[in-house]
Every structure is written in C-alpha cells, then in structure tokens.
C-alpha cells in the first residue's frame, strides 16, 4: 500500500519506474523470507550462518538496495531543481513584489479618478442645480460622463421639476383668480358708492337752486372724489409687498408714537387714554415706521368708534417669549370678527375711512413675523391683542 501511494504521488514518469523497481525488490525479499520462514525446523545450523554472512545479506537486498538509491537519487535531483528555482526567484523578488502594489495603487486612482468623475462631481452638480431650481425654473442638467445610476436620478428629477413647475403654475394662475375673485366685488363696492354720491350731486345741479345749493354740492363732489382717491392709495399700499428694516426699539415707544400723531383728535373728543400695565423695558425687533402704520389704524378705529368722554386703555407687559400690546376701547364691539388672511377689508361706516386699516395692520404684523388678534364683547368693547417677539 505504501508502494502505491508513492507511485500515485510522483512527478514524473522516472520516479515512478524507480518506486515500481522498489516495489519489485520488496517483492523478492518477501518471497525469499517466507521460503526461509514457512518450515522452522528446516532452519539447521548451517542455514543460521547463512543469514549471518554479509555477503549473503548483500545477496539478498542488493536490489532493493539499487533501486532504493535510484529513487533517492530522483528525489536529490528534484529537491536541487526547487533550490534552484527558489534561489532564482529570491533574486528577482525584490523587482518582482513591488509589482502588485504598484498595480493595486493605480487601480486605487484609477477607481478613485472613476468615482469622482461619474458619481461625486455628478451629483455635486445634481445637487446644485437642485437648488437653483427651488429658486427658479431651472432644470437639473444630465451629466455625459456620470454614471448610468446617476443620470437616470437625473432624468428623474427633470421629470418631477417639470411636473412640479406646471403644477406650480397652475396653482398661482388659481391663486390669482381667487385674488381677483376676492378684489373685484371689494373694488366695485367702494367705487359704485362715490360714483353715486357724485352722480347724485350732479343731477341736482340740473335743476334750479341757489348758490349755497351750488357751493353745497361742488363740496360733496370734491369730499367725495377725495376720499375715493384715499381709498385707491389705501388699496395700492395694502397690495404693495412690504420690506421691514428692523431695529431694537421699545415696545412702549410704538405706542407712544402712535398716540402723539392722534394726540389732536384725541383731545376733540375728550377721550381718556389709560396705560396700564406699562413696562418700558420690553424692547422688539420692528420696523417703526411700518408698524406706527399699524397701530394707527387700529387706534384710529378705536378713537372714532368711541364716543366723546369714554376711555381707551393701552397696554404693554411681557407673556412669557412675547411682548404684549393691546388696544381697549368701550364703544360697543365690532360688529364683525376681523380675519388676517382675505382681502375683503370688511365695512366702514366712517367718512373719512377706506376700511383698509385692519387689513393694513394684519399684512404689517405678518410681515414682522407678529400675531394680531381680536377680542370682541358684543355691545360693549372690542380688545385688539398683538403679540411679539420679544427682543433680548
């Protein structure tokens, strides 16, 4: 079995021939020694000697012996190739190892040029056209030397960026329909009416009167004209976009302001004005020319609802993050509950007003980032509530 394994295990075809003469060699040995062996009786003293001679021995293993030889001189001869091998390889080693590491480097560049090349810069573009298309009607550009992945992420987008820009669309043309919806009948009331007082005043002057009738009337058509022209400025103001330029201020100079430019018709009709509760060192982050508009509006709204000797309170006290300013008045309460979104300014019954001011204040506030709110006790007293921010 050892044999065979050997033979199975050779190289080449001489190691075999030498393990196959082994093999054979063994084979006689064997025979020999089971002759000898089989009978013990037939070992006799001469016999004995014979397997003590050398020369005998010599007889008898000498062909194992040479084959044995043959096969360890192949074995020799195998194990100087590999040294030889090894020694020549050892001397190219130091030239040969540095190959693989210097492919694997510019595999590395190579795959680190490709990355960059068809996937960062790609969608380093991808995602600054993205942000040029939150902002306009830019459409993401598609790469030629990008990735196949990355450029079907690009068509992608192109096709959401177009539909999102006709749907854009269609909600602003709807948006404006619904402003102009909203705008039309509030235009057309506040013309018709002055178009009728003037149409009016003019179809008496057909008849005969007297100058004073005259003078009456030229003054009804000239009051009239003028507060329609208020009314157009009002619109145009309330529909122009707003830009505040902040600064640190105190809250209780917003008000202060407010009530020295109305400080006049205050006094006309005896109003009382109370401040309470009154911190002066609250301070807001407001644009003060824009919000003086504001708050005189609504104090003006409060100051002509009132009648003469009533009072109207003032107030500014902190809640909490916020500075809260109010406007009390005791003239009855509105008779409608005033809503910061819609143009409808909602009705006046006031000469000289344009119905315009709560809506006025309403954009002024929003665009300050401020909350304005109402209060009303029917028949008794309207409370104008604004919060803001309050300024550290």
């Not at 190959?99 to 694997?104: H, K, L, S, T």
């Not at 939150?134 to 096709?159: C, F, L, S």
């Not at 315009?356 to 709110?373: D, N, R, T």
Request: hydrophobic share 45%; proline share 5%; glycine share 4%.
């Amino acid at each position: 079995m050892g044999f065979n394994r050997l033979r199975q295990r050779s190289v080449s075809r001489a190691e075999a021939y030498a393990v196959q003469a082994m093999q054979r060699a063994y084979s006689t040995i064997q025979v020999d020694m089971n002759a000898i062996f089989d009978d013990p009786y037939v070992l006799n003293c001469v016999v004995r000697s014979k397997l003590l001679d050398p020369s005998y021995e010599q007889v008898l293993v000498g062909e194992f012996e040479h084959a044995f030889q043959n096969f360890r001189g192949l074995i020799n001869q195998q194990l100087a190739l590999q040294a030889q091998k090894i020694k020549h390889w050892t001397r190219f080693a130091p030239a040969v190892i540095p190959v693989p590491i210097v492919i694997a480097i510019v595999l590395l560049l190579c795959s680190r040029f490709s990355l960059i090349s068809g996937f960062v810069r790609p969608v380093q573009a991808l995602v600054s056209e993205l942000r040029n298309s939150a902002d306009g009607d830019a459409i993401v550009a598609q790469d030629a030397g990008a990735w196949a992945e990355v450029g079907e992420i690009a068509r992608g987008i192109n096709q959401m960026s177009r539909e999102l820009a006709d749907s854009r669309d269609a909600l602003v043309d709807s948006e404006r329909q619904a402003t102009l919806g909203s705008l039309v009948p509030v235009v057309a009331h506040n013309i018709r009416n002055p178009l009728a007082s003037i149409r009016a005043t003019g179809q008496l002057l057909d008849t005969r009167v007297s100058n004073s009738e005259i003078e009456e009337s030229r003054s009804a058509i000239i009051q009239t004209a003028d507060r329609l022209e208020r009314w157009v400025s009002a619109l145009v103001s309330y529909l122009h976009p707003l830009q505040p330029h902040n600064q640190r201020i105190s809250a209780t100079s917003l008000l202060d302001a407010t009530t020295s430019l109305l400080s006049t018709r205050l006094a006309e009709k005896s109003l009382c004005l109370v401040r309470d509760p009154w911190d002066d060192t609250l301070a807001v982050e407001v644009d003060p020319d824009l919000m003086e508009q504001a708050f005189y509006a609504l104090l003006c709204n409060a100051l002509e609802a009132s009648r003469p000797g009533q009072t109207i309170a003032l107030s500014v006290e902190s809640a909490e993050e916020n500075v809260r300013l109010t406007i009390a008045d005791t003239a009855g309460g509105m008779s409608f509950q005033p809503q910061p979104s819609g143009l409808d300014p909602g009705p006046t019954t006031k000469m000289r007003g344009t119905g315009l001011g709560i809506p006025v204040a309403f954009k002024i506030c929003k665009a300050h980032g401020w909350e304005i709110s109402y209060d009303i006790e029917p028949k008794l007293s309207t409370t104008v509530i604004v919060l803001a921010p309050r300024s550290v």
